[in-house]
T-cell receptor, first 115, second 111 residues
Framework: AQSVTQLDSHVSVSEGTPVLLRCNYSSSYSPSLFWYVQHPNKGLQLLLKYTSAATLVKGINGFEAEFKKSETSFHLTKPSAHMSDAAEYFCVVSNVGTSYGKLTFGQGTILTVHP | EAQVTQNPRYLITVTGKKLTVTCSQNMNHEYMSWYRQDPGLGLRQIYYSMNVEVTDKGDVPEGYKVSRKEKRNFPLILESPSPNQTSLYFC??????????FGPGTRLTVL
């Protein structure tokens, strides 16, 4: 069984300040973890992925995430928010192996960026 | 260009009228899957497929059918749609241990 919990449904930051979106997961096997972003009325775009290589993963647009097995966390960070970062973010878990096709999404975190 | 396509993009139908939403990918991916997105519930997996003729239920399979007769196609079938299936639907594909590519979405309204 696998599950994902995004700890904040809404996060609000000012432009130029750091962003932290929190994600905890549970998985019976070695997980693959992803962060996707969805801008209003758009599809899903991959920000970054962890698949058992380096624990600190760098993604697009200055985002990065750190896989912490002991804490079962995969938090998403960005040093300085931009207005264009305003969107909904999803943490996603899958298992490497025969059940790789089964994806579980978190509930999503809506990021608001104030000028 | 690598992509996942879905058709139609928008559909309004009535209760009980069978419909099919098509999904196709051009990346020779083994894995394909369907999701529905509802406000406050995020995305939930309906069905997934590990390869041709191999499918399995996701978290919310009731009222849906799928088939995987060709590697590139994975249609979603609603044999008797009901209003609670009004939602935004996404198809996705992937090769193992790689990222998932998502289609643009199909907005379905069942009256």
């Amino acid at each position: 069984a696998q599950s994902v919990t995004q700890l904040d449904s809404h996060v609000s930051v000012s432009e130029g300040t750091p962003v932290l979106l929190r994600c905890n997961y549970s998985s019976s096997y070695s997980p693959s973890l992803f962060w996707y972003v969805q801008h209003p009325n758009k599809g899903l775009q991959l920000l970054l992925k962890y698949t058992s290589a380096a624990t600190l993963v760098k993604g697009i647009n200055g985002f990065e995430a750190e896989f912490k097995k002991s804490e079962t966390s995969f938090h998403l960070t960005k040093p300085s928010a931009h207005m264009s970062d305003a969107a909904e973010y999803f943490c996603v878990v899958s298992n490497v192996g025969t059940s790789y096709g089964k994806l579980t999404f978190g509930q999503g975190t809506i990021l608001t960026v104030h000028p | 260009e690598a992509q996942v396509t879905q058709n139609p993009r928008y559909l309004i139908t009535v209760t009980g009228k069978k419909l099919t939403v098509t999904c196709s990918q051009n990346m020779n991916h083994e894995y394909m899957s369907w999701y529905r997105q509802d406000p406050g519930l995020g995305l939930r997996q309906i069905y997934y497929s590990m390869n041709v003729e191999v499918t399995d239920k996701g978290d919310v399979p009731e009222g849906y059918k799928v088939s995987r007769k060709e590697k590139r196609n994975f249609p979603l079938i609603l044999e008797s749609p009901s209003p609670n299936q009004t939602s935004l639907y996404f198809c996705a594909s992937s090769s193992i241990a790689a990222e998932y590519y998502f289609g643009p979405g199909t907005r379905l309204t069942v009256l």
